[in-house]
């Protein structure tokens, strides 16, 4: 019988949100959940408050994920709207697997389901692990114009989605559209997305010192501090103090 998302391999097995869930309870942490809890901000008016987790790391989510590669779309669906963050975190990573490997209509549902869950992409791990190998990934050879509605997104981690996302095309040497997403976000408010910005406009550097620096010319005195000490974190000491004083 065919899958929603192709055809079962032997590595495809049928799974199930309730096999996955089960999996992730087995493995569940009381100690480690309460240090990923103040580690990711779950507190009263922090960026995850009300987020809930089982105390599992990213290695064994991973493990777990490439066994319940056979979830259907409605499992997926599922698992995303769990109130713990690794539900959602193995659920994405299933999603990653099944692009990376899947042929370009496999790609397509993939993306279809990360966008439909994108309000439950939300927190930074969330996003910088699968961002650029979803969504930029997808839209690489299409219209990017999602990118820049992300970008203008009220919501936070919609707006990570976007810069983050550019991070697929920093890695062949195409940098428009980290640049100009940047600038869109040059008056964000959130300091998260300041970090997530100057970490792509760093990794632009590690490839292009002269164009990452053709951007921070212009903008280094008007960029929120954050992300120009991201930026320009692996410049020799007297250039990032340069950059810091608006001396350049």
Not at 7 to 23: I, V
Not at 100 to 115: D, F, H
Not at 168 to 175: E, L, M, S, T, V
Not at 190 to 213: F, N, P, Q, S, T
């Amino acid at each position: 019988m065919p899958h929603r998302y192709g055809m079962p391999t032997p590595s495809h097995r049928p799974s199930s949100a309730a096999a996955l869930r089960a999996a992730l309870r087995s493995l569940a942490d009381p100690a480690k959940a309460a240090q990923l809890a103040r580690f990711f901000k779950t507190g009263p008016g922090q960026y995850a408050e009300g987020d809930r987790f089982l105390g599992i790391v990213v290695p064994v989510l991973r493990t777990i994920a490439r066994r319940h590669l056979g979830l259907s779309e409605r499992a997926i669906d599922a698992l995303m709207a769990s109130p713990y963050h690794e539900e959602r975190l193995a659920a994405l990573l299933v999603l990653v697997e099944r692009f990376t490997a899947g042929s370009e209509e496999e790609r397509a549902r993939v993306y279809a389901a990360y966008v439909r869950n994108l309000a439950r992409v939300d927190n930074w791990d969330l996003v910088d692990l699968t961002a650029p190998c979803i969504a930029g990934a997808y839209l690489a050879g299409r219209d990017r114009t999602p990118l820049y509605e992300w970008a203008r997104s009220p919501r936070l981690w919609t707006r990570r989605v976007a810069i983050v996302a550019t991070h697929a095309y920093i890695r062949r040497g195409d940098f428009a559209d980290t640049f100009a997403i940047a600038a869109l976000l040059l008056g964000d408010p959130e300091d998260l997305i300041h970090k997530a910005a100057g970490w792509m406009l760093r990794e632009i550097g590690k490839r292009d010192r002269a164009a990452e620096e053709a951007f921070l010319r212009r903008h280094h005195r008007t960029m929120p501090r954050t992300m120009l000490r991201y930026a320009i974190e692996r410049f020799p000491e007297p250039l990032r103090r340069a950059y810091m004083r608006g001396e350049v």
